[in-house]
């Protein structure tokens, strides 16, 4: 399995982006996926994620209720709706997937399969 995100750009403050994992060599439905983000000079934090199984979703605090995490499995697609930027979402944003993994907060301390190599988002102020 391999992953490539796509999507960052920059964008204004308030404004909204999508950013979408794509996968190849394999079928996503067997594998729970999640994002991470790493701003520069600070460490990569869990953003969000979602099961394999029955879609159940998480998000990190400072994030609820601006992101939203769907899949596709039909594009093999997983996507990442980012509304309400704030600068302080500046980051590389990163999906990643773990086999027959499930989502919650534990989601991110996992031992993670598979890594893409990043989107860059830039909100400015």
């Known amino acids: 399995l391999q992953l490539k995100e796509s999507g960052g750009t920059l964008v204004q403050f308030g404004g909204s982006l999508r950013l979408s994992c794509a996968a190849s060599g394999a079928t996503l439905d067997s594998y729970a996926i999640g994002w991470f983000r790493q701003a520069p000079g600070k460490q990569a934090e869990g953003v969000s994620c979602?099961?394999?199984?029955?879609?159940?979703?998480y998000y990190a605090d400072p994030v609820k209720g601006r992101f939203t995490i769907s899949r596709d499995n039909a594009k093999n697609t997983v996507y990442l709706q980012m509304n309400s930027l704030k600068p302080e979402d500046t980051a590389v944003y990163s999906c990643?997937?773990?086999?027959?993994?499930?989502?919650?907060?534990?989601?991110?301390?996992?031992?993670?399969?598979?890594w893409g190599q990043g989107t860059q988002v830039t909100v400015s102020s």
């Open positions: 979602i099961s394999n199984s029955d879609g159940t979703t």
């Open positions: 990643t997937a773990v086999r027959l993994g499930e989502c919650g907060s534990y989601y991110f301390t996992y031992l993670i399969d598979v």
